[in-house]
T-cell receptor, first 115, second 111 residues
């Protein structure tokens, strides 16, 4: 059974700092991995999607990497801003078995960027 | 712009009443999902659909049902609302690349 872990559960940094959020998973037979951000009282916003054949994806100040063999993904945020404060979740889509849905979410990392 | 919308955004109901949460997407995605999000449990899958007339149970499907009569809509029905179903409900759809898109959520309170 796939398990997705995000450590730490919470992180507080000063504005301008570069930071890394971690996501680990136990089963490397994945189809893709997706990073989301969630603001309080809002839905999840897709940040980056990495297919299993890819090693990284970039969007603006965000860079996500994927190492299937070690079961790890990192989300790198450059020059953090107070507006980056949110909860960041990763989700792993496993290769389907028997047609059943195999998307597993981590519990998230709550990021606070202090001015 | 294509989007996914949920309604109502907030709902208060009483125990035993039937409640339907609507989900509408304009991307023409075949795959649609309903999740609930609770403190301490994260996101849990309730039901999902891979296309018209297709519905499947997720990990917490008891007390919920869905129907898929067209591509755009996947309404979630609580047959007889219970206090344990107080939660925030999210609808999502997935495109052909596997990217998942979420609605803004529906906050349901069952008194």
């Amino acid at each position: 059974k796939q398990e997705v872990t995000q450590i730490p559960a919470a992180l507080s940094v000063p504005e301008g700092e570069n930071l890394v959020l971690n996501c680990s998973f136990t089963d490397s037979a994945i189809y893709n991995l997706q990073w989301f951000r969630q603001d309080p009282g809002k839905g999840l916003t897709s940040l980056l999607l990495i297919q299993s054949s890819q090693r990284e994806q970039t969007s603006g100040r965000l860079n996500a990497s994927l190492d299937k063999s070690s079961g790890r993904s990192t989300l790198y945020i450059a020059a953090s801003q107070p507006g980056d404060s949110a909860t960041y979740l990763c989700a792993v889509l496993n290769e389907a078995q028997g047609g059943s849905e195999k998307l597993v979410f981590g519990k998230g990392t709550k990021l606070t960027v202090n001015p | 712009d294509a989007e996914i919308t949920q309604s109502p955004r907030h709902k208060i109901t009483e125990t035993g009443r039937q409640v339907t949460l609507a989900c509408h997407q304009t991307w023409n995605h075949n795959n649609m999902f309903w999740y609930r999000q609770d403190l301490g449990h994260g996101l849990r899958l309730i039901h999902y659909s891979y296309g018209v007339q297709d519905t499947n149970k997720g990990e917490v499907s008891d007390g919920y049902s869905v129907s898929r009569s067209n591509t755009e809509d996947l309404p979630l029905t609580l047959e007889s609302a219970a206090s344990s179903q107080t939660s925030v409900y999210f609808c999502a759809s997935r495109d052909r690349t596997g990217e998942l898109f979420f609605g803004e959520g529906s906050r349901l309170t069952v008194l």
